[in-house]
């Protein structure tokens, strides 16, 4: 148990488009998940916390405007880049709680490439 | 803010030897967790830590939760191929829950090449 999935698993886009990128939990319900941004070589950088039913918490420095967040439902939030620019081009990865529970499952992985 | 220090940051090894990477912080932490992040893929869960003192065991893999809850290590024996990647540690304290419910903190990773 405990699979997250995210679609898709690649994008690429024009500069100045949105892109919307799914973070699903499989086989367990969510109430928080996150979104990591990861650039190549370095570590996972927490951009934002979703919350079922209520607005993201989003870390110092990331515009919430730009990166959109919902959280639809207890198996389902989004991340969307708004008006994408190169230097937005990363790593997007996902992770859940299972309720009740202390460990973060990720999922694979979204990478955008912003031209 | 919280740090962890992971170390080292990268290592060749001899397949069929073992390894030993840890983690340390100035804080407190209530759980430790260890994940392995293969290249264009997500990080995979390989132990988690309650509790001070623990000492966990999945196949290879051994991993301890340090006393003072600042610090937590990870071996590896006999390594194999198929172990290369990167392996982060990541801490959750009872402060990030008052923040932002319970994010990790991430090492910044220790990345293993084997030789074959």
């Known amino acids: 148990g405990a699979v997250v999935s995210q679609h898709p698993s690649r994008v690429i886009c024009k500069s100045g488009t949105s892109v919307k990128i799914e973070c699903r939990s499989l086989?367990?319900?969510?109430?928080?998940m996150f979104w990591y941004r990861q650039f190549p070589k370095q570590s996972l950088m927490l951009m934002a916390t979703?919350?079922?039913?209520?607005?993201?918490?989003?870390e110092q420095g990331v515009e919430k405007d730009k990166f959109l967040i919902n959280h639809a439902s207890l198996t389902l939030s989004t991340l969307t880049v708004t008006s994408a620019h190169p230097e937005d081009s990363s790593f997007y990865i996902c992770s859940a709680y299972r309720q009740g529970g202390y460990e973060q499952y990720f999922g694979p992985g979204t990478r955008l490439t912003v031209t | 803010g919280q740090q962890l220090n992971q170390s080292p940051q990268s290592m060749f090894i001899q397949e069929g030897e073992d390894v030993s990477m840890n983690c340390t912080s100035s804080s407190i932490f209530n759980t430790w967790l260890w994940y392995k992040q293969d290249p264009g893929e997500g990080p995979v869960l390989l132990i988690a830590l309650y509790k001070a003192g623990e000492l966990t065991s999945n196949g290879r893999l051994t991993a301890q939760f340090g006393i003072t809850r600042k610090d937590s290590f990870l071996n590896i024996s006999a390594s194999i191929p198929s172990d290369v990647g990167i392996y982060f540690c990541?801490?959750?304290?009872?402060?990030?829950?008052?923040?932002?419910?319970?994010?990790?903190?991430f090492g910044k990773g220790t990345k293993l090449s084997v030789k074959p």
């Open positions: 990541a801490g959750q304290s009872l402060m990030n829950y008052g923040g932002s419910q319970g994010n990790l903190i």
């Open positions: 979703s919350n079922e039913g209520s607005k993201a918490t989003y």
């Open positions: 086989d367990f319900q969510a109430t928080t």
